[in-house]
């Protein structure tokens, strides 16, 4: 009996032996990561990860298999890693103390940093379970449009959004795994829910509907003209831009008047009425020579207007309801309140003129209430 107990005891652990794989972790599993100099890996733009540490040294070793085994199953972010003692050059990073450090970069400087091996540990536990919420990206969120005209950086992204609309649940994963990949300066958000003033919002953010989010394309806090607010337009974008930096390499595209489609009226008995508060409408066709004159600035303007609501005709593509007789020429800039033209501009000359004083500072809305 002894022996078969003894037999099953040598067989149990052979099988035990042979169906766990116990590998030690290896950095050359990693050798196409691996910095062969500081300089190679300090200055990448977009948001990502850097682990330092010495080979031949026992803090390095005690959590090599933890880290190595992290990024193994991470692929939030991109990571590198640089061996201190066989890199060539010194780091840039002056902040950078001690090994084994990981160091999160984002716009090409020292992010968040967490040396010796509890910190590293503490990192590997929080990325480990890391779910990406509109609540990770928290100091990026604004509220207000002021706060928009104040960011100085050449060009980034605002993402508009209400956490409700079901264009917003079709793209919020990918809009959040993508904007964590890029810099904190890249990328801010608005929830639709958290606006201060909302009346103060420009018209590509305020006639937004509830079931369309904003991207949108700003440079030193003014619009470009980009705008994506379809789930498929979103994900285009974001496909075209991938891991290349906002930045770089991506040319801002004229207006057109595709850009202000969902403020278009597609009738004749909107005009006039589409609101009661004051507000313009521009009558234009585009294959009228004279609108073509007043086309590239008359869109900048409307794209920078913030000040009252305005509304597109377009007389080549509406053929419901009756046409008001005023509505007989284009191109025609009109002034309405309370369901009555105010003032009205007729022909590329006058809207010309109007666009030139709006562009001045000479055009107080206010007068016309």
């Known amino acids: 009996m002894k022996k078969i107990l003894l037999f099953l005891v040598?067989?149990?652990?052979?099988?035990?032996?042979?169906?766990?794989v116990n590998e030690d972790e290896s950095y050359d599993d990693?050798?196409?990561l691996q910095a062969k100099k500081y300089s190679d890996v300090e200055s990448f733009d977009n948001k990502y990860i850097i682990y330092y540490y010495d080979s031949t040294s026992d803090l390095s070793n005690e959590i090599k298999d933890e880290i190595l085994d992290f990024f193994y199953n991470f692929d939030l972010l991109d990571f590198y890693l640089v061996d201190v003692n066989e890199a060539d050059g010194v780091t840039s990073l002056t902040e950078l103390k001690y090994t084994p450090s990981v160091v999160i970069m984002s716009s090409q400087k020292l992010s968040e940093v967490y040396s010796g091996v509890e910190e590293i540990?503490?990192?590997?536990?929080e990325y480990s379970n890391l779910e990406l919420d509109y609540d990770a990206f928290v100091n990026q969120h604004i509220t207000t449009y002021q706060e928009i005209q104040n960011i100085s950086n050449d060009v980034f992204i605002l993402y508009y959004y209400d956490e409700s609309c079901s264009t917003c649940v079709?793209?919020?994963d990918t809009i959040l795994e993508w904007a964590f990949t890029k810099n904190i300066e890249d990328i801010y958000f608005m929830n639709?829910?958290?606006?201060?003033?909302?009346?103060?919002?420009?018209?590509y953010l305020n006639t937004s509907g509830n079931d369309s989010p904003v991207l949108v394309v700003l440079n030193y806090g003014e619009a470009t003209g980009e705008y994506y607010s379809t789930a498929e337009s979103i994900f285009e974008y974001i496909e075209q831009i991938g891991n290349n930096a906002?930045?770089?390499g991506y040319e801002v595209r004229e207006l057109d008047y595709s850009d202000f489609e969902s403020i278009h009226l597609y009738t004749y008995d909107e005009a006039k009425t589409v609101t009661l508060d004051l507000h313009i409408e521009y009558f234009y066709s585009p294959t009228c020579s004279h609108c073509q004159l007043v086309k590239e600035d008359l869109l900048l303007m409307f794209n920078d207007l913030d000040e009252i609501p305005f509304y597109f005709l377009d007389a080549s593509s509406i053929s419901l309801g009756t046409r008001p007789e005023e509505y007989n020429a284009t191109p025609i800039i009109f002034i309405i309140k309370d369901g009555e033209i105010v003032t009205q501009f007729r022909g590329s000359v006058e809207v010309g003129n109007f666009i030139d004083d709006y562009n001045n500072g000479l055009i107080d809305f206010s007068q016309y209430e």
């Open 10 to 20: 040598i067989t149990i652990t052979i099988f035990l032996s042979s169906c766990v």
């Open 246 to 248: 906002i930045s770089s």
């Open 30 to 32: 990693f050798k196409l």
């Open 121 to 125: 540990r503490e990192f590997i536990t």
């Open 170 to 172: 079709e793209v919020k």
């Open 192 to 203: 639709k829910s958290d606006v201060v003033s909302t009346e103060e919002l420009p018209m």
